[in-house]
């Protein structure tokens, strides 16, 4: 039997020299390796009853959107700035070199509203923490900020103190 890890593919050199990128696409393309990651994903959240669940661009939309199906939750995507069509709150968060801006809707949580946080890797936990900071600005209460794998080598979940990290793989 295949365990998650074996549906990553790694990539050297990508996106630079030296970067060995975990490729989440041959996860996507395998009705099996879905399945497992998505009733992984679950079990991480142990029975917690979540209203939504936020999903950061773009590739926390794959499994954010079928966990919220799972879930009966509705699904709230965190995009990059001028992405979203409606009124938005934003956060700036630091990057290697220079900011980025993520928004949400402004009507997307509602007060005391239960929310998972998910997306594919935790890599440095900028996004991450920006992602938090929209919630509760918007007075939603963060359950668990769930990812596909975390990269241990970048701290990212350092960023993430006093939140529920979980993650199904660790590198």
Do not use: W
């Not at 029975?47 to 079928?66: A, H, N, P, Q, W």
């Not at 990057?95 to 509602?110: F, N, P, S, V």
């Not at 979940?157 to 793989?169: C, H, I, M, P, T």
């Amino acid at each position: 039997m295949k365990e998650l890890s074996d549906y990553i593919r790694e990539i050297n050199d990508f996106p630079k020299e030296g970067i060995q990128f975990k490729d989440i696409t041959t996860l996507l393309q395998d009705p099996k390796g879905t399945e497992l990651c998505l009733n992984t994903l679950l079990e991480l959240l142990d029975g917690e009853k979540i209203d939504k669940v936020v999903g950061m661009e773009s590739r926390g939309f794959f499994f954010g959107t079928l966990l919220a199906q799972k879930l009966n939750a509705g699904f709230v995507p965190v995009r990059k700035k001028g992405k979203l069509p409606y009124t938005t709150i934003n956060e700036v968060y630091a990057l290697e070199y220079g900011t980025d801006t993520i928004e949400i809707h402004i009507d997307a949580i509602k007060k005391g509203e239960r929310v998972l946080i998910h997306d594919d890797v935790l890599a440095t936990g900028g996004t991450a923490k920006a992602t938090c900071k929209l919630i509760e600005r918007l007075g939603g209460e963060i359950v668990q900020c769930n990812f596909i794998m975390k990269l241990d080598f970048l701290n990212g979940e350092e960023k993430l103190s006093g939140y529920n990290v979980k993650s199904a793989l660790s590198y």
